[in-house]
C-alpha cells in the first residue's frame, strides 16, 4: 500500500529523467510510475517542475561530538545536512573525543548521537598503530570501513600510521572486505618545505601554499597505489587536491587496481590566486591549489578518475581560525561547508557541459557506493530508502549568515551567490526539511 508520493516534471532515476511519480510507503520507495499515476486517497506532494532525485549522501563529514561538540555535533551538523539536501552523512573517527578507534569509543559517539540527528548518520572507523584486533569487533557493530592518515592529523588522539603499520591493518581490512580510506600526504616533502619559508608572511596565502607541496599528495598515493596493488585491499583517496596525482590513478584503475578517489566542492570552485591574505577560513589540508590544477580535476570530473565528490566538513570554533592575525601557518585547516555542496556543485555543473545525472553520480550513487550503502541509499528505485530532496536548479539564493545551520557560521561560500534553492528534504518518507523551516520530531537514524 502506497502512503505517499511524490511527483514533478523532472524526477531522476536511473531509469527515468522526466516526469514520474514516486510511490512510497512506510519509509520505503515501492514503485516509480508514471506521472499521473496516483491513486485517490493517497498523500500527494506534487513539486511541479522542480527536480526530485536521490537525497545527497554526503561521506565525508566530521561532526567532532562527543570531546569537541562545540566545533560540530549532531544536532547542527545534521540540521544543516537537510538544509543542504543531504540525507545521509557518514562520519568520520575524529575529531571526537574519543576517536572511533575501538569498540568502546564507538560506543561512545552512538551514545552521543542518539535522538540528536535530522538525517541517517553511518559511521567510519580508525586505523591508528597497534589497533589491528579493533578492526573486526568495530565492522561487526556496523562501521563502515576505515580512515587512517600518513601524516600529523592534527589531534594527537588520532595518530598517523606508518608503511609498517598498513602493512598489518590492510591485509585484515581485505579480509573483513572493509574498506581503508586515507589521507594522503606524506611528512617528508612538508618537512623539505619549510626550510624554503623562513621570512615568509604567513598571512600571504601562498606560504601555506608553498608548505604543503603536490610532492606530499603524489608521494602518498603512489605507495597506497603499491600497497593496494599487493595486499588488494579496497582503497580510497580522500580530498584529492593535487592534479599531478591524477595520471598514477588513471593507470592504477587501468591495471585492475581496487582503489578510488573523492575530491571536494571547495578544489572545483576556488583556486590559490584568488585567496585573500588574512582569509584563514580558505585553509584546508591538502590545500587548494592553483587554477590550472583546479581545471585538471574538472577533467578527472568528467573522465571518472574521480569517483565521486564530499563535503570533507571540518568545522572548529571561529577562535581556531586566527582570524585577527590572518595566520595561515598557525589556524586550524578546514573548510565548513556540509550544507552547500549540492548548491555549490550544480552553479560549477551548468557551466561546464555536465547536468543533473552527474550530480547525482557524484554526490549520491557513488558515495553511497564506497560507504557499503548502495543497496539501500543513492538512488530513487524501488526497495531503496525514501531519502529525497526537492529543489529549483534555476533559483539562485546568497549564502549569509541567517540561511547557515552548522554551529559556526564561518565558510568561505560567504557571500556567493548559488544555484539550487533546496525546497525540501525528505528522509525515510517523512519531510525534515521544507522552506526553510526543520520538522519537529529527530527521523534520522544510526546507520550500524
Given amino acids: ?139 561487526e557493530r556496523g562501521v563502515r570501513g576505515f580512515k587512517c592518515f600518513l601524516i600529523h592529523s592534527g589531534v594527537d588522539e588520532f595518530p598517523h600510521v606508518t608503511e609498517s603499520d598498513l602493512r598489518i591493518a590492510m591485509p585484515e581490512i581485505a579480509r573483513l572486505d572493509s574498506v581503508l580510506l586515507v589521507h594522503a600526504e606524506v611528512p617528508g616533502p612538508i618537512y623539505a618545505a619549510a626550510e624554503s619559508l623562513t621570512g615568509l608572511d604567513p598571512r600571504e596565502y601562498d606560504t601555506f601554499l608553498r608548505s604543503r607541496p603536490c610532492a606530499a599528495e603524489n608521494e602518498a598515493i603512489a605507495q597506497m597505489i603499491e600497497l593496494s596493488r599487493e595486499t588488494r585491499c579496497r582503497t580510497h583517496i580522500v580530498h584529492l587536491s593535487s592534479a599531478e596525482a591524477l595520471p598514477m590513478l588513471r593507470q592504477a584503475k587501468a591495471d585492475g587496481v581496487p582503489i578510488t578517489a573523492e575530491t571536494c566542492p571547495h578544489y572545483l570552485t576556488f583556486a590559490a590566486e584568488d585567496v585573500p591574505d588574512g582569509a584563514t577560513h580558505f585553509k584546508c589540508c591538502p590545500p587548494v591549489r592553483q587554477l590550472e590544477n583546479r581545471e585538471k580535476l574538472w577533467d578527472a570530473i568528467a573522465d571518472g578518475t574521480i569517483d565521486m565528490v564530499v563535503s570533507d566538513h571540518s568545522p572548529c570554533t571561529p577562535a581556531l581560525k586566527l582570524q585577527e592575525s590572518g595566520d595561515f601557518m598557525d589556524a586550524w585547516g578546514g573548510i565548513s561547508a556540509l550544507q552547500f555542496g549540492l548548491p555549490v556543485m550544480w552553479t560549477n555543473l551548468r557551466t561546464r557541459g555536465l547536468g543533473l545525472a552527474d550530480l547525482t553520480r557524484l554526490m549520491s550513487a557513488a558515495p553511497a557506493k564506497r560507504a557499503g550503502l548502495d543497496s539501500h541509499k543513492g538512488k530513487l528505485a524501488a526497495g531503496y530508502d525514501a531519502d529525497i530532496v526537492i529543489w529549483k536548479p534555476d533559483e539562485q539564493f546568497t549564502v549569509v549568515p541567517e540561511l547557515i545551520q552548522h554551529r559556526h557560521k564561518l565558510t568561505p561560500y560567504s557571500g556567493r551567490e548559488l544555484f539550487g534553492k533546496i525546497e525540501a528534504t525528505i528522509v525515510g518518507g517523512r519531510k525534515v526539511f521544507e522552506n526553510g523551516q526543520f520538522g519537529g520530531e529527530k527521523f534520522g537514524k544510526l546507520l550500524t
Avoid at 552523512?89 to 578507534?101: A, E, G, R
Fill in 1 to 139: 500500500m502506497t502512503d505517499l508520493i511524490i511527483r514533478s516534471r523532472r524526477v531522476f532515476t536511473p531509469l527515468i529523467t522526466g516526469e514520474a511519480s514516486v510511490h512510497i510507503a512506510d519509509g520505503k520507495i515501492v514503485a516509480v510510475r508514471e506521472w499521473a499515476d496516483v491513486p485517490a486517497g493517497v498523500e500527494l506532494v506534487d513539486a511541479g517542475n522542480s527536480v526530485v532525485m536521490p537525497g545527497n549522501v554526503d561521506a565525508h563529514v566530521h561532526v567532532n561530538e562527543p570531546g569537541r561538540t562545540e566545533w560540530e555535533g549532531y544536532d547542527t551538523a545534521t540540521k544543516a545536512a537537510a538544509a543542504g539536501g543531504v540525507t545521509t552523512i557518514v562520519d568520520m573517527p575524529l575529531n571526537s573525543i574519543p576517536p572511533t578507534t575501538t569498540l568502546a569509543g564507538f560506543e561512545e559517539k552512538l551514545d552521543a548521537a542518539a535522538g540528536k540527528c535530522t538525517v541517517d548518520v553511518a559511521f567510519w572507523g580508525g586505523v591508528v598503530p597497534g589497533n589491528t584486533a579493533e578492526l573486526e569487533p568495530l565492522v
